[in-house]
């Protein structure tokens, strides 16, 4: 069975108004199924996503990710009922926590219970969609005064999913989001390393969410294996190396976890040494190969029923290639590779 295809916009290039906007609608000509737009520390995603609804008709439009820490849930609610309103129904919201280097050293916040904020998050924003009073007693948001959303949501219960990596993470997901968002998930890994945190929070899932959306992120480039590869081991090293701080980098952890100990901490020594390049030039091939798509039409195809075999549904892939001619071919290469 084909997966959801959708595809991240590069966040590094949401100044390129009018290259988004091509990229998007050669992605909903092509039948993919989602846009989505990531913050980082760059611009943000819902200004990107709201010129991208007015541009397009029928690819749903989500956020990978809004973090949760700089906006109140109660912003997120409204904002997320605001651009559902304007594309007609076709907005997710995706949350997540980022880490310490962005909360800290961009925000300003401390970084702090990131697992009840994501619950308490979802919890009021669904409740605050839902038109009921706000009142919330949590350990990190009490509310008390009993307000309500003054304009009726075009859809009270739009999706929210959750980017998770770690084991508890990923089973508060599984209990209460509508969907997982995955950053380097490997087919060949996924079931030792995320399975009993999927099984855990599903034996707590209420009846009423309907089964859990898997939505990997995957760096993809359809073409040459070895210039793909290249590509593609940009974007590994820089998470693996540098997203985050020697003590505490989630992307560094998860590829430990896939068997990649020394590879991990080769690559986070370099990069923090300031050998970025050297960084990424140690990022093995069966590492970049074990978390991308890279290659022609077979390959793909091949790799896309490794994702479906694992448990994803859906898709999120990024196009690594340079220009916007080469994302156009990856684009037309995975939406062919995928009936």
Do not use: C
Not at 56 to 62: A, C, D, S, Y
Not at 150 to 162: A, E, G, M, S, T
Not at 285 to 312: H, K, M, T, Y
């Amino acid at each position: 069975m084909a997966l959801k295809l959708g595809i991240e916009l590069p966040y590094t290039e949401t100044h390129d108004r009018d290259g988004l906007i091509a990229l998007t609608r050669e992605a909903e000509a092509l039948g993919y199924d989602s846009v989505w737009a990531s913050e980082l520390y760059s611009y943000d995603a819902f200004t990107t996503l709201t010129q991208l609804a007015t541009a397009t008709e029928r690819i749903k439009l989500g956020t990978n990710i809004a973090n949760i820490y700089a906006r109140t849930p109660a912003m997120l609610a409204g904002t997320a009922a605001s651009l559902d309103q304007l594309s007609g129904g076709r907005f997710i919201l995706g949350l997540g926590v980022s880490g310490p280097q962005v909360i800290e050293g961009w925000h300003g916040l401390p970084y702090k219970k990131p697992l009840q904020r994501t619950r308490e998050t979802i919890e009021i924003v669904r409740k605050v969609l839902s038109g009921d009073k706000l009142i919330h007693e949590g350990e990190v948001f009490n509310l008390k005064q009993g307000l309500r959303l003054l304009n009726k949501p075009f859809r009270p219960d739009l999706p929210i999913y959750v980017a998770s990596l770690g084991p508890r993470n990923v089973e508060l997901t599984a209990e209460v989001a509508d969907g997982w968002l995955p950053t380097f998930f490997a087919p060949a890994h996924a079931e030792r390393v995320f399975g009993p945190a999927l099984a855990a929070g599903r034996a707590k899932r209420s009846p009423g969410l309907g089964p859990l959306e898997i939505a990997p992120f995957a760096p993809a480039f359809g073409g040459d294996l070895a210039t793909g590869r290249d590509v593609a081991r940009f974007v590994v090293g820089f998470y693996v190396g540098g997203m985050g701080s020697k003590d505490q980098n989630f992307y560094n952890t998860l590829v430990r976890k896939y068997g990649f100990e020394e590879e991990a901490e080769r690559i986070q020594d370099l990069f923090l040494g300031g050998e970025k390049g050297a960084a990424i030039g140690a990022v093995p091939d069966d590492l970049v190969d074990a978390v991308s798509l890279i290659g022609d039409v077979p390959r793909l195809r091949d790799g896309l029923a490794q994702f479906a075999e694992a448990g994803a549904t859906a898709l999120v892939i990024g196009a690594m290639a340079p220009d916007a001619e080469g994302r156009r071919k990856t684009l037309e290469m995975l939406a062919e590779a995928n009936r």
